[in-house]
């Protein structure tokens, strides 16, 4: 995604080039303490085409910032590696060739020491931008980079999320099910919150970024819609209301199912959510599930996550309820007293969501599991890409995705808002996404 410019580029780019070489070393390490236990070969996997390996989550951050800063910056600086370029875009057409996608397990090399060898290069070229090279630009120029260093941050932040989940999908996979995070302890259960509503009346509502911070242009043009009166329900569905629906053959009730929904289910043989596992031997209904800390017991109490906007879509029918559009969503969020530093997140250390506490309002719209919405990911009304290379990041994507909204447990909190729109396949389930049910009010 890309990052429109905010006003606080009116600042001088001195004072703005310091907060954010803070901001870039503080992510730049944050990025690091992710893979602390990693062995050389988990870097290396990839586990399915949607996911990448470890180094190359840490290559292509570095490259975000060689490519888009520091070689418009200093026309005389010196890639690391003249290949890397090729081997590290990811979907940038106008930034030049790419390695297959699907194929990025494939390379043993550059090996894993390489990568970090990697980092270190554009980190000490990047120290030097920070140190003298706005000072020697006019003001507009450093403006500009430094809005690109602001989008590569935001960028980084994003990986470490894909970063997480990315590994845990391939460790789920290893019959030795090894651990992500060992020091880790699983919080105990709280008990289930009730699930209550919220009521909205109908408005027209100001939709998208409306501020003076970092967003992406996806969030843009502010504009209105009518949102219907429609009550949002407290908190997410919990693994034990899921089960209910799992123990009412939800898996096996076509008339539940969107078309393609069906299809996938029939396909993939879904019949659980994403890392959930019954013992041969066990008794119905006793789950297992793989988290970052290994196999455990599901806890009834917890969020449903790892579910398909499909299984969204399909649980809400059989409750008789509805997926809230991205435009209830948002507006919901913004007339609660919901803010990021509530909600639940990969500062937490927990890397796994947690049950929702009782507040009397709406609980952790922010944190815990992405929340499907039933609008697809496409442009607001006016909506035009940026220019260049980094114009590819959003707009190109606008088919054929599905709104999520309000982050999870291995998002960063500095990461979110209320106007974030991230976007997945329907049938998409690696990510931590989860469902919280709506119910528009008929006139």
Same mark, same amino acid.
């Given at each position: 995604?890309?990052?429109?410019?905010?006003?606080?580029?009116?600042?001088?780019?001195?004072?703005?080039?310091?907060? #954010?070489?803070?901001?870039?070393?503080?992510?730049?390490?944050?990025?690091?303490?992710?893979?602390?236990?990693?062995?050389?070969?988990?870097?290396?996997?990839?586990?399915?085409?949607?996911?990448?390996?470890?180094?190359?989550?840490?290559a292509h951050t570095t490259w975000f910032f060689e490519t888009f800063i520091l070689k418009e910056a200093?026309?005389?600086?010196?890639?690391?590696?003249?290949?890397?370029?090729?081997?590290?875009?990811?979907?940038?057409?106008?930034?030049?060739?790419?390695?297959?996608?699907?194929?990025?397990?494939?390379?043993?090399?550059?090996?894993?020491?390489?990568?970090?060898?990697?980092?270190?290069?554009?980190?000490?070229?990047?120290?030097?931008?920070?140190?003298?090279?706005?000072?020697?630009?006019?003001?507009?120029?450093?403006?500009?980079?430094?809005?690109?260093?602001?989008?590569?941050?935001?960028?980084?932040?994003?990986?470490?999320?894909?970063?997480?989940?990315? #590994?845990?999908?391939?460790?789920?996979?290893?019959?030795?099910?090894?651990?992500?995070?060992?020091?880790?302890?699983?919080?105990?259960?709280?008990?289930?919150?009730?699930?209550?509503?919220?009521?909205?009346?109908?408005?027209?509502?100001?939709?998208?970024?409306?501020?003076?911070?970092?967003?992406?242009?996806?969030?843009?043009?502010?504009?209105?819609? #009518?949102?219907?009166?429609?009550?949002?329900?407290?908190?997410?569905?919990?693994?034990?209301?899921?089960?209910?629906?799992?123990?009412?053959?939800?898996?096996?009730?076509?008339?539940?199912?969107?078309?393609?929904?069906?299809?996938?289910?029939?396909?993939?043989?879904?019949?659980?959510?994403?890392?959930?596992?019954?013992e041969p031997d066990g008794e119905p209904g006793q789950w297992q599930m793989f988290t970052a800390t290994?196999?455990?017991?599901?806890?009834?109490?917890?969020?449903?996550?790892?579910?398909?906007?499909?299984?969204?879509?399909?649980?809400?029918?059989?409750?008789?309820?509805? #997926?809230?559009?991205?435009?209830?969503?948002?507006?919901?969020?913004?007339?609660?007293?919901?803010?990021?530093?509530?909600?639940?997140?990969?500062?937490?250390?927990?890397?796994?969501?947690?049950?929702?506490?009782?507040?009397?309002?709406?609980?952790?719209?922010?944190?815990?599991?992405?929340?499907?919405?039933?609008?697809?990911?496409?442009?607001?009304?006016?909506?035009?890409?940026?220019?260049?290379?980094?114009?590819?990041?959003?707009?190109?994507?606008?088919?054929?995705?599905?709104?999520?909204?309000?982050?999870?447990?291995?998002?960063?909190?500095?990461?979110?808002?209320?106007?974030?729109?991230?976007?997945?396949?329907?049938?998409?389930?690696?990510?931590?996404?989860?469902?919280?049910?709506?119910?528009?009010?008929?006139?």
């Open positions: 995604m890309i990052a429109t410019p905010s006003t606080s580029q009116t600042s001088p780019s001195t004072s703005r080039a310091a907060f #954010l070489k803070g901001r870039y070393d503080e992510i730049r390490r944050a990025t690091a303490r992710l893979c602390v236990g990693l062995e050389a070969e988990d870097y290396v996997i990839q586990s399915m085409p949607d996911c990448s390996p470890a180094k190359w989550h840490l200093d026309p005389g600086y010196q890639p690391f590696h003249p290949q890397f370029a090729y081997l590290f875009n990811s979907y940038y057409v106008q930034a030049g060739e790419r390695w297959q996608r699907s194929q990025r397990g494939l390379l043993s090399r550059p090996t894993v020491r390489e990568i970090y060898e990697y980092r270190d290069h554009v980190d000490r070229a990047m120290e030097e931008f920070f140190e003298s090279g706005i000072s020697a630009r006019m003001e507009e120029d450093s403006a500009r980079l430094l809005t690109r260093v602001e989008i590569g941050l935001q960028h980084e932040q994003q990986h470490q999320e894909l970063l997480v989940t990315d #590994l845990k999908n391939l460790f789920s996979l290893n019959p030795l099910r090894p651990a992500l995070k060992m020091d880790i302890t699983a919080a105990p259960s709280q008990g289930v919150a009730v699930l209550g509503w919220v009521k909205f009346d109908e408005a027209v509502r100001k939709i998208g970024y409306d501020g003076d911070g970092f967003f992406y242009d996806n969030e843009k043009p502010l504009h209105h819609e #009518l949102v219907p009166a429609f009550e949002l329900a407290t908190r997410t569905i919990t693994c034990g209301e899921y089960m209910e629906f799992m123990e009412d053959a939800g898996y096996s009730r076509p008339e539940l199912w969107l078309s393609l929904g069906w299809a996938a289910v029939e396909e993939n043989g879904w019949t659980a959510p994403l890392y959930w596992e019954q290994g196999m455990r017991a599901v806890d009834p109490s917890e969020p449903v996550t790892h579910i398909s906007f499909f299984e969204a879509d399909a649980y809400a029918r059989w409750r008789g309820c509805d #997926l809230p559009t991205e435009a209830m969503w948002e507006s919901a969020c913004l007339q609660s007293e919901n803010t990021p530093e509530s909600g639940h997140f990969v500062e937490d250390g927990d890397l796994h969501p947690v049950a929702a506490v009782a507040t009397g309002g709406l609980d952790q719209m922010f944190g815990n599991v992405w929340e499907w919405t039933a609008s697809p990911y496409v442009a607001y009304p006016g909506h035009r890409a940026p220019s260049g290379a980094l114009g590819e990041y959003n707009g190109k994507f606008m088919c054929n995705q599905m709104v999520l909204r309000g982050g999870s447990c291995v998002t960063p909190r500095s990461h979110i808002r209320a106007t974030y729109r991230n976007f997945f396949p329907p049938e998409s389930r690696w990510q931590f996404s989860g469902i919280r049910l709506a119910k528009v009010i008929s006139l």
